[in-house]
């Protein structure tokens, strides 16, 4: 069983960034496809970006398409979503899941589930 874990979300300003860390426990994330996605209070779960497990591949909604983006560290322990350029609207708890990514970030398509780090984006 895929145990994911989330880390890095906290408090920052408006125009500020944050890094986000997905992390399975036990074993590495080589070669497995992770998406991320984002809540809201009162909204659904919306993808935001993905990065595919055995090519590389990112994808990113248009929401954050050149404000995010996403990196593996050297040992496949982690993998990470960058978030920059940070806004009000960004301001969600954030999801990693596995194993999937394409032209989209589709929930139905993930069967692992990290608990989520909380973002908040806030002068």
């Known amino acids: 069983q895929l145990q994911l874990v989330e880390s890095g979300g906290g408090l920052v300003r408006p125009g500020g960034s944050l890094r986000l860390a997905c992390a399975a426990s036990?074993?590495?994330?080589?070669?497995?496809?992770i998406g991320w996605f984002r809540q809201a209070p009162g909204k659904d779960r919306e993808g935001v970006a993905c990065?595919?497990?055995?090519?590389?591949?990112?994808y990113y909604a248009d929401s954050v398409k050149g404000r995010f983006t996403q990196s593996r560290d050297d040992t496949n322990k982690e993998v990470y979503l960058h978030l920059n350029d940070l806004k009000p609207e960004d301001t969600a708890v954030y999801y990693c899941?596995?194993?999937?990514?394409?032209?989209?970030?589709?929930?139905?398509?993930?069967?692992?589930w990290g608990k989520g780090t909380q973002v908040t984006v806030s002068s």
């Open positions: 990065i595919g497990g055995m090519t590389g591949a990112r």
């Open positions: 036990g074993v590495t994330l080589e070669n497995i496809s």
């Open positions: 899941a596995a194993d999937a990514c394409g032209m989209g970030v589709h929930r139905i398509w993930y069967k692992h």
